[in-house]
């Protein structure tokens, strides 16, 4: 028999979305279908440059006017870990489930921050940057529960959200569905709002095409 071949699915949404947690019991549920599971996040992902990346994300200072350079920043970090990690992961037949991926760089330097989309494209047009997911599952949440949960979040405690970030996460929001009404095959979108195992039940629907016999998995003890 041939063996599987190696499945890249992509967890995408606003800030408070749900992704982490959701990402984490995805994982069990590919593993109990008997895949092998690669699990990582952009940035960071475990490479050293992906991870100094997401450290620089904690200084708002630095981003302020970065200007084009910040597209150049995420394609750099995303180049390395596509080379170091993913690839090489889908070569050895694994599912590998990645945190954020273009589709981010397209919303929230794109839609958010006005950033040209042609560039984004023209950067993603050139290898390794052309590889796209398989399957991108979409947690869709308004905007209010998604902050408002971020808010709760002890990891990140900011100091609170104004109008201006309102209006930014909206436009990213909006980026998204519109990738997803341009791409419906490959991006699902998911109700993200709701308990995490009835989410969970949702993005198991959203793939199951892809993985026989994929359910899914209880909540861990
Ligand atoms: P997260 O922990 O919510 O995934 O945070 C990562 C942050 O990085 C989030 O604010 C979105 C941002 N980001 C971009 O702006 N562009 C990108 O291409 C990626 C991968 C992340």
Same mark, same amino acid.
């Given at each position: ?91 050895? %037949?694994?599912?590998? *489930?990645?945190? #954020?991926?273009?589709?981010?760089? $397209? &919303?929230?330097? @794109? +839609? !958010? ?61 909006? %980026?998204?569905?519109? *990738?997803?009404? #341009?791409?419906?095959?490959?991006? $699902? &979108?998911?109700? @993200? +709002? !709701? ?27």
């Amino acid at each position: 028999m041939a063996p599987d071949r190696g499945l890249f699915v992509t967890l995408e949404g606003i800030e408070g979305a749900g992704k982490s947690t959701q990402a984490r019991r995805l994982a069990r549920a590919l593993e109990a279908a008997g895949r092998q599971v690669v699990s990582t996040r952009e940035p960071g992902g475990g490479t050293p440059l992906g991870e100094a990346l997401r450290a620089l994300l904690k200084d708002p200072a630095i981003w302020r006017d970065l200007g084009l350079a910040e597209i150049y920043l995420y394609a750099a970090a995303r180049c390395h870990h596509l080379e170091s990690l993913v690839l090489p992961a889908l070569e050895r %037949g694994a599912v590998v *489930i990645c945190d #954020r991926y273009l589709d981010s760089t $397209r &919303v929230y330097q @794109g +839609s !958010g921050r006005g950033r040209p989309p042609d560039l984004i494209e023209q950067l993603h047009a050139l290898p390794p940057l052309t590889l796209r997911p398989d399957r991108t599952l979409l947690l869709d949440l308004p905007v209010e529960e998604g902050l408002a949960r971020a808010r709760r979040r002890t990891d990140e405690a900011p100091s609170g959200y104004d109008e201006e970030d309102f209006a930014f996460f909206g436009r990213v929001r909006d %980026g998204f569905l519109a *990738i997803a009404r #341009r791409e419906p095959e490959r991006v $699902r &979108v998911v109700d @993200g +709002s !709701g308990p995490e195992a009835v989410v969970h039940a949702r993005l198991v629907a959203a793939l199951a095409d892809l993985v026989p016999g994929l359910t899914p998995a209880e909540q861990a003890p």
